[in-house]
């Protein structure tokens, strides 16, 4: 799936002003003072387009196997500044492999990344969670399994990040978990 994304009113961080300051004045002297931020606010004020692709493939071998892979790339342009918009992330994909039979066993590998992204907005270059360095990529391996119980009721778990890498998205503060083991059921109605 191509597609092309036109936004207006996009809420944009403008400049704005407090008592005719663009500046928290915190001691009331008039004078930005280095600890004093300056002051911006969001505004509808925005546009831009976002465009970009979307695949799936899932193609299904012998022995009860199946091969799947995904892959999404976003381009976006703040086109009121013409700029590249902010925390637009990097391409993203997994391709992995299942292993399931009738009886309602499965099991499954697969790899997710997500590719750098060097292609920032004025706003990420200044932003202490991209910076400069941008979107930094990533590898991660996940194995999953589960058995249905019974009709509706199935018992699932993973080990995810099996390598334990160190990652986070782009403009996120947190890391994403590192190795996990995650246990699950599922109740279908």
């Known amino acids: 799936?191509?597609?092309?994304?036109?936004?207006?009113?996009?809420?944009?961080?403008r400049p704005a002003t407090v008592h005719g300051l663009?500046?928290?004045?915190?001691?009331?002297?008039?004078?930005?003072?280095?600890?004093?931020?300056l002051l911006v606010q969001n505004q509808n004020a925005g546009r831009a387009v976002i465009h970009g692709m979307e695949a799936d493939l899932t193609v299904r071998l012998p022995r009860e196997l199946e091969v799947f892979a995904n892959y999404t790339r976003l381009i976006g342009q703040d086109a009121a500044l013409d700029t590249p918009l902010s925390l637009m992330p990097?391409?993203?994909?997994?391709?992995?492999?299942?292993?399931?039979?009738?009886?309602?066993?499965?099991?499954?590998?697969?790899?997710?990344?997500?590719?750098?992204q060097l292609r920032l907005s004025p706003t990420d270059l200044t932003d202490v969670y991209v910076g400069a360095a941008?979107?930094?990529?990533?590898?991660?391996?996940d194995l999953r399994g589960g058995i249905a119980l019974a009709?509706?009721?199935?018992?699932?778990?993973?080990?995810?990040?099996?390598?334990?890498?160190?990652?986070?998205?782009?403009?996120?503060?947190?890391?994403?978990?590192?190795?996990?083991l995650v246990i699950g059921t599922d109740v279908s109605f």
């Open 22 to 37: 663009p500046f928290n004045d915190r001691n009331g002297n008039g004078m930005r003072d280095p600890r004093e931020e």
């Open 134 to 141: 941008g979107g930094a990529p990533y590898r991660v391996i």
């Open 151 to 180: 009709y509706r009721l199935r018992i699932t778990a993973a080990v995810e990040n099996l390598s334990n890498a160190k990652y986070r998205n782009l403009g996120s503060n947190r890391y994403q978990p590192g190795r996990q």
């Open 1 to 13: 799936v191509g597609f092309r994304n036109t936004f207006t009113d996009l809420l944009v961080l």
């Open 90 to 116: 990097g391409a993203a994909g997994s391709i992995g492999i299942r292993w399931s039979v009738p009886s309602g066993i499965w099991l499954e590998a697969d790899g997710r990344f997500r590719n750098a």
